[in-house]
C-alpha cells in the first residue's frame, strides 16, 4: 500500500527497482525461513507435547528449556536477520526517493 502511494505521488517517473526487488525477495525468503527454522518445529513440537502429557506441559519450562527446543528457536536467528536487512533496504529505497537515487533518467 506504502509502495502504491509513494507511486501515485510520483507521476511519471520510473523507478530503479533492484533495492525493491531485494526487499521484497528477502522479505518472503525471511519470513519463510523463520517459519520452515523455527515456529512450524516448535509449534509441531509443543503440539505433540500437549496431546501426550497436556497444555501445562507443552507450556512448561521444563520442555521449553531442553536443548532441541532452544536450538530451534535459535534457528529463527537467520530469518530475522534476512527480515532485518531487507526492511533496511525498504527504508533505503523510500529514503533516496527524498533524494531522487532511486530514480531511472529519461
Request: hydrophobic share 55%.
Amino acid at each position: 500500500m506504502m509502495l502504491l502511494c509513494l507511486r501515485v505521488l510520483l507521476l511519471g517517473v520510473q523507478w530503479k527497482d533492484g533495492l525493491l526487488r531485494f526487499s521484497f525477495w528477502s522479505l518472503n525468503g525471511g519470513l519463510m525461513a523463520m517459519c520452515v527454522l523455527s515456529l512450524l518445529p516448535v509449534g509441531l513440537m509443543q503440539t505433540l507435547a500437549s496431546v501426550d502429557h497436556g497444555y501445562w506441559y507443552a507450556r512448561s519450562s521444563e520442555f521449553m528449556q531442553t536443548p532441541l527446543m532452544q536450538n530451534l528457536r535459535w534457528m529463527r536467528v537467520p530469518g530475522d536477520t534476512i527480515f532485518f536487512l531487507s526492511a533496511v533496504a525498504l527504508v533505503l529505497f523510500v529514503a533516496g526517493l527524498k533524494t531522487g537515487q532511486p530514480f531511472k533518467k529519461m
